[in-house]
């Protein structure tokens, strides 16, 4: 089992169908392959296939468009700018890639959701309206919205000829001032926390709403809407907020070493540093179900192998990683990023493999990890590696079926080869779906 920077997020059993009956979609991340431990009754997970420009060489790390300063402090990118990963339509409208771009422009209205649903955060992407164009970005929305003043909050996208003008949310809030119409590429910028809802069109801000209605949401999708006309998005990205630091700089406090570990773990130059003889952790003493989880690692050595596990259960000699695994290891094969060497950076190791090695060993990087219910999804430096469904039958050990119960976090010493630093390490927990 291996190691390197990872970010998540999580939940539990009874609940999986009561939290995301609203939420469920299905994901098409790689399943694991010699890794994968076959369960008993489980069926191959169902896959989509998205559709696509151009795919980067297996050579090449794929240019999200975030310097490393915006990664390490917590931007991912919604759409990688080459397919529809992690994105999912809710009805058979034509959404495509082209040149970097997302397109719709035939088809009944719908949206095109993220399969990862969002709490507080901070959003930013680009958008050109054609003629006569009616769309909008969906926020904290349910998968098939009906009612935009109760199942999310619809940041309207349009000409003035409407009753809710370019940066209103439909059903809830009219900006003043309505924006001059334009049919060139435009910017917006919005900011949710908690019932605060701030947005700003060109760097000029239209929108300061605070939501004290009966109907408020607090998580759920992002989702892009073609209603009339073409529209067309770019440069998706997201940080998200009210993030807890779980990690001082300073010591170990809130952290335990798992009994039976054979790894050395301590505070050096304000990360944790890990080494060890054979297996070994260092996990929280807090627990998380539903969550996302942000930080950022380094390999100092060749395809090192670590982890960051999640919902674990509390550890013990005699079994002392009983969780998911983010993997941590940078090997590829034949020199081409898509063929990962065991499973990949990002992976869900033994469910899944990442779908492109993105880091590299003797560089620090970043990992996200959003978990929610049955979905767990994984970005390294902001690209979406991991989109994944846990479909299998309900168990309180992860290791053998889905697992939804609040769980720790820790860090995976392996080998006497392993040598890393961890550092930045954040949670937040992302609430139960709004009534």
Known sequence: MPQKTVIFIVSIALLTFSLTSCLKVEHPSPAAKSHAEPQAGESPAKKTIPKTSTEPAGDVIP???????????????????????????????????????????????????????????????????????????????????????????????????????????????????????????????????????????????????????????????????????????????????????????????GWRVVPGSKSKFEVVDETIHVTAEQQGYLETEETWDNFLFQATAKSNGAALNSGYFFRAIKGSESGMANGYEVQIHNGIKDYDRTKPENAGTGAIFRRTEARRVVSNDHEWFTTTLSAYGSHIAVWIDGYQVTDWEDNRKPDTNPRKGLRLKAGHISLQGHDPTTNLNFKNLKVSTLPAETP
Request: overall charge neutral.
């Open 63 to 253: 240019e999200t468009g975030l310097t490393a300063e915006e990664t390490e402090a917590g931007w991912i990118a919604l759409f990688d700018g080459h397919s529809l990963f992690g994105w999912k339509a809710n009805n058979d409208l034509n959404w495509r890639v082209e040149q970097g771009i997302i397109k719709a422009d035939t088809g009944k209205p719908g949206l095109l959701l993220t399969t990862s649903p969002f709490a507080d955060y901070e959003l930013k992407f680009d958008f050109r309206l054609g003629p006569e164009t009616n769309s909008g970005v969906f926020l904290r929305t349910v998968f098939d919205p009906k009612d935009p003043s109760k199942d999310c909050y619809e940041l309207n996208l349009c000409d003035q000829m409407t009753e809710y003008p370019t940066g209103s949310l439909v059903g809830r809030s009219k900006i003043q001032k309505p924006v001059a119409s334009s049919q060139e590429w435009q910017s917006c910028n919005v900011r949710l926390e908690g019932s605060q809802i701030q947005a700003s069109l060109n760097g000029k801000e239209v929108l300061n709403f605070k939501d004290t209605s009966n109907h408020q949401r607090k998580v759920g999708f992002i989702g892009l809407q073609k209603n009339a006309g073409p529209i067309e998005f770019r440069k998706v990205y997201l940080k998200p907020l009210r993030m807890s630091t779980i990690f001082n700089r300073v010591d170990l406090a």
